[in-house]
């Protein structure tokens, strides 16, 4: 979708399964977790953490899945009313320093509801704009940075369990994502008005001056690539690494299905 993908690599980490590369050995910063553990939720908001840090260069037999700092998308798409936003070449940085503050989950299909913390979050990326945001008109490409702090977001992750020989994944369906605060927020727009770096100067001052509105007006926006890719990396993620090493006692998918009819 918007991530670039590379060509798979076999390495010392990864066995073929069923024609599925995945990884064969739990890594040892992985905790044991249970559900039947007092603070099972934290256990599992241990493992989700580590991995973050543990492979924010990238994960070992899994190129496809690139790193966490930063992450590099080629293109986003936005559409909004009186405003059409294309994206190219974007470098994320800070998804490696997040802070996940709260899991919840639910034993009956396994779907997550987390919160997460972001002390500082950098966009950096080529754009080609047509419409207006807010008041001003922006019909030209240039250079965007957006950089904010204290970004607070809630998730919401529906998996689907499926077996792969004796091998159980977590295939992520869908992701939904909320904007919850933003401590501070800056953005500034370069090379848009044909070389005007005075009235560029002053359409930043006045988008800064006023980014809480600039937030609201593209929150559903934003929402949507924050979507879009999380669901990408997490899908290639969560097909490689079994559910097991994350939950220890996790049923397998015939299991959990079975049990789900029954019901």
């Known amino acids: 979708m918007f991530l670039n993908f590379s060509i798979v690599v076999l390495s010392v980490f990864t066995t073929i399964l069923a024609e599925r590369v995945f990884m064969s050995e739990k890594p040892p910063f992985f905790k044991h977790c249970t559900s039947d553990m007092a603070d099972y939720e934290d256990c599992y908001k241990s493992n989700l953490q580590s991995m973050l840090v543990e492979y924010k260069d990238g994960i070992p037999g899994l190129p496809e899945a690139g790193a966490f700092e930063p992450i590099r998308i080629r293109h986003l798409r936005i559409e909004q009313d009186e405003l059409s936003l294309r994206l190219y070449n974007v470098t994320v940085h800070g998804i490696s320093t997040a802070n996940i503050t709260k899991i919840r989950y639910d034993p009956n299909d396994y779907s997550f509801r987390a919160r997460v ?28 940075t957006l950089e904010a702090m204290a970004v607070k977001l809630s998730f919401l992750f529906t998996l ?17 994502s909320k904007i919850v605060e933003i401590g501070d927020f800056h953005l500034n727009l370069e090379n848009f008005l ?3 770096t005075e009235l560029e100067g002053t359409i930043n001052e006045l988008l800064n001056a006023l980014w809480r509105d600039v937030i609201e007006v593209l929150r559903p926006t934003l929402e949507n690539a924050i979507n879009a890719v999380a669901l990408t990396r997490l899908k290639s993620v969560l097909n490689f690494i079994p559910a097991n090493y994350f939950i220890s006692d996790v049923p397998s998918a015939a299991e959990l299905y079975a049990d789900a009819v029954a019901n």
């Open 194 to 196: 044909d070389g005007n």
């Open 160 to 176: 689907q369990l499926q077996d792969d020989g004796n091998r159980t994944f977590a295939d992520p369906r869908t992701v939904r």
């Open 117 to 144: 913390l972001l002390s500082e979050l950098q966009i950096k990326t080529d754009f080609r704009a047509h419409g207006r945001l807010l008041f001003l008109p922006i019909n030209n490409s240039g250079k965007l």
